[in-house]
């Protein structure tokens, strides 16, 4: 579903974000990006979508290049990708309903999308999906009255009603409290097991890691230094990935 | 800043401030002798003649409406132009024409404006409009594009990320975190547009201010105050309510 080769990204600074990246993600899999902070993680989700340009490498997501896509066929690709934020990103003075909506523009025709009146089909997918992430009957609030945890989850439809091929998680709970956490982490993995939609999360918490996901890629400096089942992921292992002086909580 | 430093930027001030004010003539005697003659000014208003009131209402209605077309014109004139001189929008040598067209339009108060549409278009309310165009389009471009170089990257970024194209980027990600700026600022330009047009008469561009100037002239005063005291409660009618509204817009 996912397919990285020699991924280079060097930002115009002169920072090496990646520096060779190769990466298999199969369909239906949950695998959870873990790493320090500057390892890469956030750099190597957004060039998987192409919101961040490759420097080098070929990324390819169901079948489709987006290292070698633009414009029109590059938007095609995203419309596919469900991309959730460690910020959640809401529009804060939009309504909640609203909000979800934005995850149909790739869907809808744009002349119809820009006056607000979304189609009938479009406005119910957004209703059921708000049921799904259990925020039924909150859409039209405005998404900056919800509580954190909320909003992450409406940040979770706009994503999963884009009917996403692939799911992209920028540790998504890294700015909730641990009970919140566990809350969208248990959304994801359900969506993963009932649609069998497949997940990429960066998680900044090792336990996270262990507790939902059965593969593990470790980041570190931008290179993939641990590939494997959850299981396999020593103590020596993980203090390859986040260096001997810095191990996770 | 060292303190030798601060003390030399201080009495640098103070050396303009003085030169300034003798230069201008700056003088406490002549305030005090023209005393009688303000007083006698004032006196010479009171009590208003009330029966000019029906013309003091026209002329501020007229004001009121030169505000309104002239600043709903320059909003939608000011939308483009802001674009073109936002930083993260435009392309630079966009930005740097845009930004210096704005700078020199704002350079040039309304009143100067007025005088030269009053001699392009002749007399009335519409070189008014223009005269009010012509400085708040300019003015709101400069507000509007400092609100969109200040807006939220990561909305924006999520919006993108659904494949959106760009006019729906714009739509979705970019004008919802403006809208209610941009409908604050212009607001608080119609308010000062209201204090701008009641003096456009004086020149001749029509509204309120053409009946104080033809009033003052004819040595009318108690007319002249009547149709003050009209304009003073319009702009003090409109302050409030257009306050109210921008309170509750942010």
Redesign the interface.
Known sequence: MIRVRGLRKEYAGGTLALAGVDLDVGAGEFVALIGPSGAGKSSLLRCL?G?VPATAGEVAVDGRSVTGSAGEDL???????G?V?Q?F??????SVLDNVL?????HVP?GR??TGWFPAADVAKAEATLARVELAGLGGRRADTLSGGQQQRV?IA?ALV?EPRVLLADEPMASLDPALSRTVMEILRRINREDGLTVLASLHVLEMAREYARRVVGLSAGRVVYDGPIEGLTDEAAGRIFGAAERPS | MSGAGRWAGWSAILVVFLWSAWATEVSATRVIEGLPFMLDFLRRMMPPDLSVIGQGVTGAIQTLEIAVVGTGVSALLALPLAFAAARNVAPPWLFYVARSVLNVFRAVDTLVYALFFVAAVGLGPFPGVLAVVAYTATVLAKLYSEAIEAIEP??V?????????R??VL???VL??L??QFLSFTLYRFETNIRAAAILGFVGAGGIGFYIQTYLRTLNYPAASAVLLVLVALVMLVDFTSSRIRARLV
């Not at chain 1, 938007?75 to 990708?81: E, L, P, S, V, W």
């Not at chain 1, 934005?102 to 790739?106: A, E, F």
């Open positions: 979508n919101l938007r095609r690709i995203r419309a596919r990708i991309f934020f910020q990103n809401l529009l804060r003075r939009l934005i995850g149909r523009l790739g744009v999308s820009l940040a706009r884009q | 990561g909305p970024e999520a919006v993108a990320a659904t494949g959106a194209t006019l729906q739509r979705w990600g919802p975190q809208a209610p």
